[in-house]
């Protein structure tokens, strides 16, 4: 004989089972989906952050932003998550996002319109037009004194229109850019002839050499750029093109599918830009006549992956001893109030050796090629003399705050 008590449990558990059922059918369409969170469900924890994109991110950016994409499928998440994942240092603020295309700084403008104006010393990107200007006649007082200046150097990056930027690249775009830069190369001549060597064909030997010469860079490991996607599929379609000098090198998919780079021993930054822009325009066109350009717009000027790196993503920089006045308590202050910054002669995060510092303008946008290079000639200059001062034992002023340019 049946319970009558479990012949009601049983009853009740199959009308349940069969509710559950019901309500899975109706359910069908998400079959094979992932299960729809809200945006808000989504937004990162930056409590602890210290970066531009943290400082700007909203909750509500997040939830207008989160759903958009370029027309490369690059998303918002994509772009921040580099800067999710790298906190940054509290005295260090870092960008903390990266462009995975030309679109993504007009898609997701509203997080990266900010981050520009905080990394670029209150440049608006909606309001102002930046600047370029690569005639090196224009530079004057261009050669510093060799017995404080050990090497010159000018780089700065381009990016192929229509190509995804390293973060977001496919290999078949990663090795268009390699094709496409490398054939346009192929028409250097004079001085700036030279050749091309990949990465997937050199012996590790020859690698560490150049990389020890500073002429060629490493595999990214820095948790910065391996976060944003640049370091996959190493070393395919990376390299190096250089004249036979070695005064004029084209570095081909690393942070960006180009940099540029102009440098010589000693002092004369003057003769090291001349040859960068004499290099850089040809360059570009030998990229226009097979059908390609740079991209570029005139309020952001020339577009780079990095948000640092827009407008000019020139880096003008000098190894330079300064045993007296990099001990000086003063030498931070000067350093700033000229728009200068300091590295060790390694790079970045690496610690001076022997008093030597790598010294280079702090600004990309908002000013043109030849104003950052005159800048950091007029800045190194003074810098120079105040070693000069302090070897006599004279004193040193603080010069008056540089003060940004608006256009």
Same mark, same amino acid.
């Given at each position: 004989m049946s /319970?009558? *008590?479990? +012949?009601?449990?049983?009853?009740?558990?199959?009308?349940?089972?069969?509710? #559950?059922?019901?309500?899975?059918?109706?359910? *069908?369409?998400?079959?094979?989906?992932d299960f729809v969170f809200l945006n808000s469900a989504d937004y990162p924890d930056l409590r602890k952050h210290n970066n531009c994109m943290a400082s700007a991110l909203t909750p509500a950016i997040y939830a207008k932003l989160r759903d958009k994409i370029t027309p490369n499928n690059w998303t918002l998440d994509q772009c921040i998550q580099t800067g999710v994942?790298?906190?940054? +240092?509290?005295?260090?603020?870092?960008?903390?996002?990266? @462009?995975?295309?030309?679109?993504? =700084?007009?898609?997701? @403008?509203?997080?990266?319109?900010p981050v520009i104006k905080d990394r670029h010393n209150g440049y608006d990107p909606r309001t102002m037009k930046h600047p370029t200007d690569l005639d090196a006649s224009k530079i004057h007082s261009g050669v510093f004194d060799d017995h404080y200046v050990l090497s010159s150097r000018v780089r700065t990056g381009r990016s192929i229109r229509g190509l995804s930027l390293p973060p @977001?690249?496919?290999?078949?775009?990663?090795?268009?850019?390699?094709?496409?830069?490398?054939?346009?190369?192929?028409?250097?001549? $004079?001085d700036l002839s030279g050749r091309y060597y990949s990465l997937t064909?050199?012996?590790?030997?020859?690698?560490q050499r150049l990389i020890d010469e500073h002429f060629l860079f490493d595999k990214p490991v820095s948790p910065l750029l391996t976060a944003s996607g640049m370091a996959r599929d190493w070393p395919?379609?990376? $390299?190096?093109? +250089?004249?036979?000098?070695?005064?004029?090198?084209?570095w081909i998919n690393e942070e960006d599918h180009?940099?540029?780079? *102009?440098?010589?021993? $000693?002092?004369?930054?003057?003769?090291?830009?001349?040859?960068? /822009? %004499?290099?850089?325009?040809?360059?570009? +066109?030998?990229?226009?006549? %097979?059908?390609?350009?740079?991209?570029?717009?005139?309020?952001?000027?020339?577009?780079?992956?990095?948000p640092s790196n827009l407008g000019t993503g020139l880096r003008a920089g000098v190894h330079v001893r300064l045993p007296k006045l990099s001990k000086d308590p003063r030498f931070g202050k000067i350093l700033e109030n000229l728009r200068l910054q300091k590295?060790?002669?390694? $790079?970045?995060?690496?610690a001076a050796v022997g008093d030597t510092f790598d #010294?280079?303008?702090?600004? %990309?946008?908002?000013? *043109?090629?030849?104003?950052?290079?005159?800048?950091?000639?007029?800045?190194?200059? =003074?810098?120079?003399?105040?070693?000069?001062?302090?070897?006599?034992?004279?004193? #040193?002023k603080i010069p008056a705050p540089i003060q940004q340019s608006r256009k």
């Open positions: /319970c009558p *008590s479990c +012949h009601l449990i049983c009853t009740t558990l199959i009308d349940a089972k069969d509710q #559950i059922r019901s309500a899975f059918q109706d359910l *069908s369409f998400l079959k094979g989906c994942d790298n906190p940054g +240092h509290p005295f260090i603020k870092t960008v903390g996002m990266v @462009a995975g295309d030309e679109e993504s =700084y007009e898609v997701f @403008a509203e997080i990266f319109d @977001a690249c496919s290999r078949s775009e990663r090795r268009e850019v390699e094709r496409v830069t490398v054939q346009a190369l192929a028409g250097l001549k $004079g064909e050199m012996t590790e030997e020859e690698q395919d379609a990376r $390299g190096i093109w +250089h004249n036979n000098d070695k005064t004029f090198l084209i180009t940099r540029v780079i *102009s440098m010589e021993k $000693g002092g004369n930054m003057k003769r090291v830009f001349e040859r960068f /822009c %004499r290099g850089l325009k040809q360059v570009e +066109h030998l990229i226009q006549e %097979r059908g390609w350009e740079f991209m570029w717009n005139e309020r952001l000027g020339y577009i780079l992956t990095c590295r060790g002669t390694g $790079g970045v995060d690496t #010294i280079s303008n702090l600004d %990309r946008l908002g000013r *043109s090629e030849v104003e950052l290079v005159q800048l950091v000639i007029d800045g190194v200059n =003074y810098l120079i003399e105040c070693e000069k001062r302090l070897e006599k034992g004279q004193d #040193i």
